[in-house]
């Protein structure tokens, strides 16, 4: 187990999947207003909690993943951190199964973002990606859990936006909120992250891109931080 920085939480890894940029940043993005109760869908070792926890240490925090490594790691976590909330190790995908429609003010994703290729050598990461969601079933999901005027906040990749936000309709989630991230000022963005609202009004505010390094190769003054490097 290690602090993530200097004076903030302790973390240990999932053991299938590491700290990865998407998480860190989606956790920045969903956690800038207060809620009262979180749910993270396919939450592996519970960073996304671990982190908005640090914003927002009153919340209850419950996760689900389908990985029984991923469930243990994230309780150790929760422990550690003195996080208030359940951690159930479920298929997601059957949402009806993890708990009141209804009971959550914020939920977050960070899902697999590949459908099909070739199979991973690692047997964690492999069933991982055979339980990867599409668009409409963690929509579907963020729907039958968030109170109506809820937030969902999730990380994608570019290319799917289409199919999200279609999605995120059919499923009475209104995208309110993107912002585009990419390597540099001129690279083509490599990720979005998108807030929609149960049961909102048409209207998507699009954000300034989020830049992760300068000219120079180092991290920009926003990415330095969220990493609490300043």
Known sequence: MKRLWSGGPVYADDPAFKI??????????????????????????????????????????????????????CRENYAANDIDGDVLR???RQYRTLGEPGAYDLVVCNPPYYYAGKPSPDPDRAAARDEALSPAQFSGAASYLLRR???????HKPECLTDIFAAMRLADIEPKRMRLVSHKADS???????????????????????????????????????????
């Not at 207003?33 to 240490?57: A, I, T």
């Not at 005027?149 to 990380?155: E, K, P, S, Y």
């Not at 049961?199 to 998507?204: A, E, K, Q, V």
């Open 149 to 155: 005027g809820g937030t969902f906040c999730l990380v």
């Open 90 to 92: 479920a298929d997601m």
């Open 20 to 73: 990865t940029t998407d998480s860190v940043l989606l956790a920045a993005f969903a956690g800038d207003k207060p809620f009262q109760r979180c749910m993270d869908l396919g939450c592996g070792g519970g960073l996304l909690s671990v982190l908005l926890h640090e914003k927002n240490p009153d919340g209850v925090f419950d996760s689900v993943d389908i990985r029984a490594d991923a469930v243990d790691v």
């Open 188 to 230: 083509a963005p490599s990720l979005v992250l998108i807030a929609g609202r149960r049961g909102g009004r048409p209207g998507l505010a699009v954000g300034p891109n989020l830049i992760l390094a300068g000219a120079d190769g180092g991290p920009t003054e926003e990415v330095r931080g969220i990493y609490h490097m300043r």
